[in-house]
T-cell receptor, first 112, second 115 residues
Framework: LAKTTQPISMDSYEGQEVNITCSHN???????ITWYQQFPSQGPRFIIQ???TKVTNEVASLFIPADRKSSTLSLPRVSLSDTAVYYC?????????????FGRGTSLIVHP | NAGVMQNPRHLVRRRGQEARLRCSPM?????VYWYRQLPEEGLKFMVYLQKENIIDESGMPKERFSAEFPKEGPSILRIQQVVRGDSAAYFCASSPRDRGTGEQYFGPGTRLTVT
């Protein structure tokens, strides 16, 4: 299974852009990269997913270089409510099924 | 469309008792995943099920733990003879049949405390 490495914690201020980078050096050809957000005492919430290059949705952007050994989640203009743990996942596809592997996550604290 | 439902939200068991955790996936979802999260740690995959089938149980302890997803009714994660080390939050997630790429919808979790 591909292992992910991300910073344990990050601090930011309201209105700033936050970039969280995740390393996954041994990512396999059929692995997707997915990011989740988790608030205390809640289940994770899907943010964004990609395979290569750049993906953007209404919440975030995901940048994946050509070698796919890392990825960067970009959160534009964060607010206090973005304070949460962010998980980078690399999952394998087996027979059409996706088995994700969660890392330790990055605890993001947004300050006023 | 109701989200993923889990019950109970909190469960207290004494050592040696059985714990049964239930998960009702989102309507139309036939894929269910179970995860365990220890305090201050990430989620650990336990088992992946489709209706009446266990697809991948590589993350499940070999003893005392079992899971099922019957044709009718919720998915059940069963822990027999619980020990204090089983205390954790257990999350269930579901995904639609036609999405094999990993977008999962999580329930609120069941917090199991073993005394």
């Amino acid at each position: 299974l591909a292992k992910t490495t991300q910073p344990i914690s990050m601090d930011s201020y309201e209105g700033q852009e936050v970039n969280i980078t995740c390393s996954h050096n041994n990512i396999a050809t059929n692995d997707y990269i997915t990011w989740y957000q988790q608030f205390p005492s809640q289940g994770p919430r899907f943010i964004i997913q990609g395979y290569k290059t750049k993906v953007t949705n209404e919440v975030a952007s995901l940048f994946i270089p050509a070698d796919r050994k890392s990825s960067t989640l970009s959160l534009p203009r964060v607010s206090l409510s973005d304070t949460a743990v962010y998980y980078c996942l690399v999952g394998r596809l087996t027979g059409g099924s996706y088995i994700p592997t969660f890392g330790r996550g990055t605890s993001l604290i947004v300050h006023p | 469309n109701a989200g993923v439902m889990q019950n109970p939200r909190h469960l207290v068991r004494r050592r040696g008792q059985e714990a049964r955790l239930r998960c009702s996936p989102m309507k139309g979802h036939s894929h269910v995943y179970w995860y365990r999260q220890l305090p201050e740690e990430g989620l650990k995959f336990m088992v992946y099920l489709q209706k009446e089938n266990i697809i991948d149980e590589s993350g499940m302890p070999k003893e005392r733990f079992s899971a099922e997803f019957p044709k009718e009714g919720p998915s059940i994660l069963r822990i027999q003879q619980v020990v204090r080390g089983d205390s954790a939050a257990y999350f269930c997630a579901s995904s639609p049949r036609d999405r094999g790429t990993g977008e999962q919808y999580f329930g609120p979790g069941t917090r199991l405390t073993v005394t």
